[in-house]
């Protein structure tokens, strides 16, 4: 085949360029990588759901190989039937199948393959024996780092209202009372407590709240409140950049199935909840008196969990009011 620029190299020399240029290009245009194609999406939702739920960078990184390879500077270095032939030869970074369709431009602010196999042992041992966590090097760094965060983090206001959402069937006329901590004897696992342990999860708008617990058919009373006081806030928020190994580390936590796996049914026992809880142990050890994460239910929204509420909510909050939903 009649070639621009690579007359004298072989057809499979030629297919090595022509994937080494498209791997140029990627990185020109938007300093990244594939983050997944067709044949491993699903992979990449699973073990990274906090990203595909909330990281928009991801959304706007979609493209086909044909698009890309319209507005790609390949066009200047190859003959259109070079392209052509070379393009059904380009392989996903990741899962080395043919590149034939869409695809995804993203870079985590982290190195994924510095952490993927770590993730991969955790979620083993999490199933296994969930108690010898601490045996696993990065469980040791997660618990180093948050007790690191929690010798310098400070006191700090809640800032706007926080709902909190509760079944409307038998609970006719809802006060305030109502929407603080369970008895510990009727509460089961969660994402960030242990069976037995209660805790408050608030929500920072109305639909975050309803959504995170909604069920066909059932109606739900919200509350929405005014937290009053300080408290000293573990931030699990998706953040775009990360430059500190710590900061690494969160944003890999946050967006990881570790701890942003969406509930996966109603039973007692929740494997995807089991490193979440091991964090909210690290966080009360730390000093820390609630975490603030993103939704999994909620795209746009941002939830607090308060680790060790006070019997009486009505000596932490205030009432502004309560809707029924739906």
Same mark, same amino acid.
């Given at each position: 085949?009649?070639?621009? =620029?690579?007359?004298?190299?072989?057809?499979?020399?030629?297919?090595?360029?022509?994937?080494? =240029?498209? @791997?140029?290009?990627?990185?020109?245009?938007?300093?990244?990588?594939?983050?997944?194609?067709?044949?491993?999406?699903? @992979?990449?939702?699973?073990?990274?759901?906090?990203?595909v739920?909330?990281?928009?960078?991801?959304?706007?990184? =979609?493209?086909? /190989?044909?698009?890309?390879?319209?507005?790609?500077?390949?066009? @200047?270095?190859?003959?259109?039937?070079?392209?052509?032939?070379?393009?059904?030869?380009?392989?996903?970074?990741?899962?080395?199948?043919?590149l034939?369709?869409?695809?995804?431009?993203y870079?985590?602010?982290?190195?994924?393959?510095?952490?993927? $196999?770590?993730?991969?042992?955790?979620?083993?041992?999490?199933?296994?024996?969930?108690?010898?966590?601490?045996?696993?090097?990065?469980?040791?760094?997660?618990?180093?780092?948050? %007790?690191?965060?929690?010798? %310098?983090?400070?006191?700090?206001? %809640? $800032?706007?209202?926080?709902?909190?959402?509760?079944?409307?069937?038998?609970?006719?006329?809802?006060?305030?009372?109502?929407?603080?901590a369970?008895?510990?004897?009727?509460?089961?696992?969660?994402?960030?407590?242990?069976a037995g342990?209660?805790?408050? =999860?608030?929500?920072?708008?109305?639909? $975050?709240?309803?959504?995170?617990?909604?069920?066909?058919?059932?109606?739900?009373? /919200?509350?929405?409140?005014?937290?009053?006081?300080?408290?000293?806030?573990?931030?699990?928020?998706?953040?775009?950049?990360?430059?500190?190994?710590?900061?690494?580390?969160?944003?890999?936590?946050?967006?990881?199935?570790?701890?942003? #796996?969406?509930?996966?049914?109603?039973?007692?026992?929740?494997?995807?909840? %089991?490193?979440?809880?091991?964090?909210?142990?690290?966080?009360?050890?730390?000093?820390?008196?609630?975490?603030?994460?993103?939704?999994?239910?909620?795209?746009?929204g941002?939830?607090?969990?308060?680790?060790?509420?006070?019997?009486?909510? #009505?000596?932490? #909050?205030?009432l502004?009011?309560?809707?029924?939903?739906?």
């Amino acid at each position: 085949m009649k070639s621009r =620029y690579f007359e004298s190299n072989t057809e499979e020399e030629r297919i090595l360029i022509f994937q080494e =240029y498209f @791997d140029r290009d990627l990185e020109s245009f938007f300093s990244s990588t594939i983050a997944c194609c067709d044949e491993c999406h699903d @992979d990449f939702n699973a073990r990274w759901p906090g990203t595909v739920s909330h990281d928009i960078e991801l959304q706007r990184g =979609y493209t086909t /190989v044909d698009e890309f390879l319209r507005t790609s500077r390949i066009q @200047d270095t190859f003959y259109p039937e070079e392209i052509e032939r070379f393009s059904k030869f380009l392989r996903c970074p990741n899962c080395d199948a043919v590149l034939d369709g869409e695809f995804w431009i993203y870079e985590h602010p982290f190195s994924v393959r510095e952490f993927s $196999t770590a993730l991969n042992e955790i979620a083993a041992l999490a199933s296994r024996a969930p108690f010898l966590l601490l045996t696993h090097p990065f469980a040791h760094e997660v618990l180093d780092v948050i %007790v690191g965060l929690g010798k %310098v983090a400070l006191p700090q206001h %809640v $800032t706007g209202s926080q709902f909190r959402a509760r079944r409307a069937n038998g609970l006719p006329n809802p006060a305030l009372a109502d929407f603080g901590a369970p008895p510990a004897h009727a509460v089961s696992e969660g994402r960030y407590n242990h069976a037995g342990h209660p805790m408050i =999860y608030l929500a920072a708008a109305e639909r $975050t709240a309803f959504v995170e617990i909604a069920a066909p058919g059932v109606s739900f009373h /919200v509350a929405e409140m005014i937290w009053n006081g300080p408290m000293k806030i573990l931030d699990l928020q998706l953040k775009p950049e990360a430059e500190t190994r710590a900061e690494e580390l969160i944003q890999c936590l946050a967006r990881s199935s570790l701890c942003s #796996a969406p509930r996966a049914g109603e039973g007692w026992v929740k494997r995807e909840y %089991v490193f979440t809880r091991f964090v909210a142990d690290c966080a009360l050890h730390a000093g820390f008196d609630a975490i603030s994460y993103s939704s999994t239910k909620d795209r746009d929204g941002s939830n607090l969990v308060v680790l060790a509420p006070t019997d009486d909510i #009505a000596t932490v #909050a205030s009432l502004v009011g309560i809707r029924t939903l739906p």
